[in-house]
């Protein structure tokens, strides 16, 4: 038998949507806008039915899984999608390639079994899929003429026979939606026909209203497909239009049919984004009538009295410095070219951080120690308690993010450029602000969904969870124990990572030869060792020294919350000479900028 030397294909290369030329800048905006909303429209969704007990039954139980399903569904092929309009990066790895098609399928499946109520093992149906088409052997061609990698596209480019693969996905394919479709139609008939029966016309017109929701989706979900396979005249243009309907305004859509007309979902919306609900008046078997609560009022730092005006000082001078700082080192890596790498982008990301960090509870701090001014409204305390637990949990993130950066660049040198490249820092960067907006989301909707009618007064210098739910009339057992394990999980997490990553950075240096190896390696990563310190030491002095006064408690936490923020750009400049000359560099740039207005005064 003749052998044949195959090339292994490591990356395919997209072709993206055909005929889009002088379009693609109108075409990117346009998805990017509808995957926005989808995300914005699903996590609503999601985080109002978690919030509301009302909301807590079987139907918007499958509510929120098909939000969950939809929000992964969407970002399976749009990011991608968006990159290739953008930047025409068109390029995906092999892993990235089996990613989508794994994803795809297993999302697609688990959305029409979903429709039916008949979720259960629905990833095995992916992962044969997935399996069958990448143990095929691809030797040749690795340009897929699709905008994102699907089985069918794939397949093509393989050098083996096929024959199996399209017959186990046509049969599988096939039965699958059309025992979904034959299902909903069984229970649709049943339904019509329990519903010709009704005696009261309002009862005929409720019991239409429940289904006509899941109608429009399910026709949103089935019907591009019949338009595919019924009609295979079609140009090859309308049915890629017709597919990029059913993958990027699909999942757009279905939150907005799902609130439309459905007053209990308007409500619980309503009450995550703090709008008013009427208040029940319960006066029978002895509950009371609560009156709702629509502010609070912050203690502030205690034992200050005479303290407030050098306080107020100080700690303007700490905002101030931090906003300057953290704004001058995002302008430096911004406009120096010397800075374009992975470790100053997310210095970047870190500075656009602590800029928002420091202006979440400052302004409230400064204007309780000058004017006294301690009532906050509760969308006030609402936007603090999200942006405090937001920015926090990125911060934690991105250090780890950092730690691995630090670690791929001391432990492989060679590869540093190709493993961080472009595309995974983005990732990366993007991966820890939108986890952490769902962490945040996930806390203040538990926090602000219990019930406060008594006290309003909060014994703390900003709203933060805990000394808010001290004030709730419910139980807060749950609620705390949410917030106790996820706070835990993810700083833990993040520790134990950053740690693994030092260990294996230490070892590295302890094996160079060179001294002055040794120095630069252990320079570079100095800066961030110093600020997770920072980061983490405050935490751990809290929550191991039960025994602290209240007075220290505060005292520690004043320095996370006000200091640390100024600290980060001080710490990362000191000793670092491409910042420093960066900022010269922009400082030039100012002074330019005044010699010429100088002269322009001049000439007038």
Known sequence: MELVNHTVVTHFILLGIPNTDGLQTILFFTFLAFYLCTLMGNLLIFSAILADPRLHTPMYFFLSNLAIVDLGFSSVNNPKLLAILWANSRTISLGGCMAQVFFFHFLAYTECLLCTVMACDRSFHATILTSLTFTLPYCGSNVVDYFFCDIFPVAKLACGDTYILETVIFSNTGVVPMTCFSLILVSYVRIFYSVVKMNSREGRRKATSTCASHLVVVTLFFGPCAVIYTQPQLSKEMVTAVELFGYVVTPMLNPVIYTLRNKEVKAGLRKLTGGRTPARKETQMGQVNHTVVTHFILLGIPNIDGLQTILFFTFLAFYLCALMGNLLIFSAILIDPHLHTPMYFFLCNLAVLDIG????????????????????????????????????????????????????????????????????????????????????????????????????????????????????????????????????????????????????????????????????????????????????????????????????????????????????????????????????????????GTVMWDSCRGRK
């Open 357 to 592: 960090f420091s202006s979440v509870n400052n302004p409230k701090l400064l204007a309780i120690l000058w004017a006294n001014s301690r009532t906050i409204s509760l969308g006030g305390c609402m936007a603090q308690v999200f942006f405090f637990h937001f920015l926090a949990s990125t911060e934690c993130l991105l250090y780890t993010v950092m730690a691995y950066d630090r670690y791929v660049a001391i432990c492989h040198p060679l590869r540093y450029l190709l493993i961080m490249n472009h595309r995974v820092c983005t990732l990366l960067a993007a991966g820890t602000w939108i986890a952490s907006s769902i962490h945040a989301t996930i806390l203040t909707s538990l926090t602000f969904t219990l019930p406060y009618c008594g006290s309003n007064v909060v014994d703390y210098f900003f709203c933060n969870i805990f000394p808010v739910a001290k004030l709730a009339c419910a139980d807060t057992y749950v609620i705390e124990t949410v917030i106790f394990t996820n706070s835990s999980m993810v700083s833990m997490t993040c520790f134990l990572l950053i740690l693994m990553s030092y260990v294996r950075i230490v070892y590295s240096i302890v094996k160079m030869n060179s001294a002055e190896g040794r120095r630069k390696a252990a320079s570079t990563c100095a800066s961030h060792l110093v600020v997770v310190t920072m980061f983490f030491g405050p935490c751990a002095v809290v929550y191991t020294q039960p025994q602290l006064s209240k007075a220290l408690v505060n005292a520690v936490e004043l320095f996370v919350y006000v200091v640390t923020p100024m600290l980060n750009p001080v710490i990362y400049t000191l000793r670092n000479k491409e910042v420093t000359m960066a900022l010269r560099k922009l400082r030039g740039w100012s002074d330019t």
